[in-house]
């Protein structure tokens, strides 16, 4: 009996082991376009060494202040994923989190600092010529929080041949008067790569602003492109961003753009989006098709 119960454990400690994604982290990819190195961290299924099988993928992004480690380390994502993935609620999947620095992922009003060109044209096809990834739309999600929310509807809504699904958590989806009564000191720290700092009151709204206005760019993005792209929208009802989400809400309904709207107890905090992202990847790896 000693010796099975020995073997048992072997056997199920060894099984448990192989059913461990990986994660590499902080790996670098040098850019033409933002003329620097960008870091980001990757999740690779516990089955990618021991297969040839391609994978869809999901682009998992920060928030303001945090990097590419935000998700791999305060998300937990690869127990979360390794979870998720072998409770059978989501297919395995590569998980891509790039440092966007304070970039919110868009151009900036300047063109020293274009983001948003690096992750279309160098991030995606680098990730997906180096890693056994099913490289079209129909396999292809992106997700992430606060302003990484943001950045999510942003590419999403600008790029809809690219992705089949979006899932904006916490989304700092601000509004026209948002920004004209931000507080300077708040406008500094959110947006000091993408705006000048100067710009005050009603003289914030400008072309660049509303090129990376995610409701006017909903109000004037054709609806058969948005609704080619499948959405979940969470956020908490203690977030202080919950009055922007609520209206993002409303605005796909008056759009009639299908989507999923969640708010739940809680706050602008980790726990928060650890508890969201199961739900997340499994919304995710259900539209892949």
Not at 177 to 188: N, P, R
Not at 218 to 230: C, G
Request: proline share 4%; aromatic share 12%.
């Amino acid at each position: 009996m000693q010796k099975f119960f020995t073997l048992y454990l072997i056997l199920t400690s060894f099984i448990t082991y192989a059913q461990q994604g990986t994660i590499k982290e902080s790996l670098k990819l040098k850019s033409s376009v933002l003329g620097r190195e960008v870091e980001y961290s990757i999740y690779l299924p516990a089955d990618y060494d021991k297969t040839n099988r391609r994978y869809p993928v999901l682009y998992l992004l920060h928030g303001l202040g945090d990097d590419e480690t935000g998700w791999t380390q305060a998300g937990e994502v690869q127990s979360i994923t390794d979870r998720t993935i072998n409770n059978g609620d989501a297919p395995a999947m590569i998980i891509v989190m790039p440092d966007a620095g304070k970039t919110w992922y868009m151009n900036s009003a300047d063109g020293k600092n274009n983001y948003e060109d690096f992750f279309i044209r160098e991030l995606i096809p680098h990730i997906e010529a180096s890693y056994r990834i099913r490289a079209s739309k129909e396999f292809r999600g992106i997700a992430g929080l606060s302003m990484g929310g943001f950045g999510t509807l942003l590419l999403a809504t600008k790029h809809t041949d690219l992705f089949a699904a979006a899932a904006p958590l916490s989304s700092a989806v601000f509004t026209d008067t948002d920004a004209v009564t931000m507080a300077d000191s708040e406008w500094a720290r959110r947006f000091t790569v993408n705006f000048p700092q100067t710009l005050k009151g009603k003289d914030r709204l400008t072309d660049h602003w509303y090129k990376n206005s995610i409701p006017k760019i909903i109000e004037t993005t054709p609806v058969e492109q948005l609704k080619s792209i499948r959405y979940y929208i969470d956020c908490g009802d203690d977030d202080h961003l919950i009055k922007e989400n609520m209206a993002l809400h409303a605005l796909l309904i008056n759009k009639g753009i299908p989507h999923e709207f969640r708010v739940r107890d809680g706050a602008h905090t980790w726990i928060y989006w650890r508890t969201a992202l199961p739900e997340v990847l499994k919304f995710v790896g259900a539209s892949f098709r």
